[in-house]
């Protein structure tokens, strides 16, 4: 799920859920290879803006991201992006007139204005609602969508599969399969738009909201004469 592109279609029929995550706020734990390394929260508040932190510490590998901002209806208005890790600091600015990324220690760079106001995020799921509602569920078949992604600076093609829905204890999700370069993943999300869980198989990463833990459960497990 990390698809960090270094910082360098609208489809009317049967559309997904919200192109925005609904206000309040989401709590995601963070699992790599089953055990917690990290965690992410979105919130968003009825006057559009929003703030998004992801804190990761998985092996020797930390990352710290903060993004906060506003949307306009469905569009990004402006947005600060502060991110910390091993490769060092990055601060990215985001208005709907001007983009600049300033590594650290390094000049600032203006970066090219998105044509597209279709998102999708790498390490701040909650963006990635955007892109899923933007693919034609009703076709199960790969769609590719060109998507800004908000904690890289760059657009991008995404991928985006629409597969199944789910019902478990805390409500129905649909399913999509979301392919970006080498990354892989499963996103699951609920008709309001609201981004529960992210399962990367390849890189043993998981992202799962609170409540939500029931996605990922085998229904056989707590009955093992129904699947002898």
Do not use: C
């Amino acid at each position: 799920m990390i698809y960090l592109a270094g910082l360098a279609l609208i489809l009317t029929a049967e559309r997904g859920p919200s192109p925005i995550p609904p206000e309040g706020a989401t709590h995601m734990t963070v699992l790599f290879a089953g055990a917690e390394g990290g965690e992410s929260r979105f919130v968003r508040k009825a006057d559009g803006s929003f703030e998004s932190t992801t804190k990761l510490a998985i092996g020797g590998t930390k990352i710290d991201g903060r993004i906060s901002g506003h949307y306009m209806g469905s569009s990004l208005t402006d947005y600060v992006l502060d991110q910390s890790g091993q490769g060092g600091t990055i601060k990215l600015t985001f208005s709907q007139k001007k983009i600049v990324a300033e590594p650290a220690n390094g000049k600032p760079v203006d970066l090219p204005i998105p044509k597209t106001t279709i998102y999708i995020g790498s390490l701040h799921p909650a963006f990635t609602a955007s892109a899923l509602s933007a693919a034609n569920w009703s076709k199960k078949e790969v769609q590719t969508v060109s998507v800004y992604l908000v904690d890289g600076g760059a657009t991008i093609d995404a991928k985006i599969t629409p597969q199944d829905e789910r019902t478990v204890s805390a409500g129905k999700v649909r399913r999509y399969r979301v392919q970006i370069g080498m990354a892989d993943e499963q996103v699951s999300m609920t008709d309001d738009g609201k981004i529960v869980g992210i399962d990367v198989p390849g890189q043993k990463l998981r992202f799962v909201a609170d409540g939500w833990q029931a996605l990922y459960e085998d229904p056989f497990a707590k009955y093992p004469e129904l699947s002898a």
